[in-house]
């Protein structure tokens, strides 16, 4: 497995790093792995925690701001997330492809 720049390390601060850099990269055709990424729209999350709680290897809450933010693309199974973005009461986790997430 290679990952988008060399940012894969294990002391990347998670609390600060970007998803789209952590994402699995094909290494024959340099194209992410997956098709579709997990983002969190931040000015709708109202904090409640349920993502967080569900996937907590994919989602934590910002302490700043009190909102959920993406830190690790796909670092729970599809169906945990899936759980995690059907209870979330305002419907600000969405997916998108990983050059859109790259400008969010």
């Not at 094909?26 to 925690?49: A, F």
């Amino acid at each position: 497995k290679t990952y988008r720049q060399e940012s894969y390390l294990d002391d990347d601060d998670w609390k600060t790093v970007e998803s789209h850099t952590k994402v699995e990269m094909d290494e024959e055709t340099g194209e992410p792995v997956r098709q579709q990424m997990v983002y969190v729209d931040e000015h709708t999350c109202i904090g409640c925690t349920n993502c967080a709680m569900i996937a907590q290897s994919t989602f934590f809450m910002q302490e700043e701001h009190g909102r959920a933010r993406v830190f690790q693309q796909w670092g729970d199974d599809d169906e945990t997330i899936q759980v995690a973005i059907e209870t979330c009461p305002v419907d600000c986790i969405h997916y998108v492809p990983y050059d859109e997430l790259v400008k969010l």
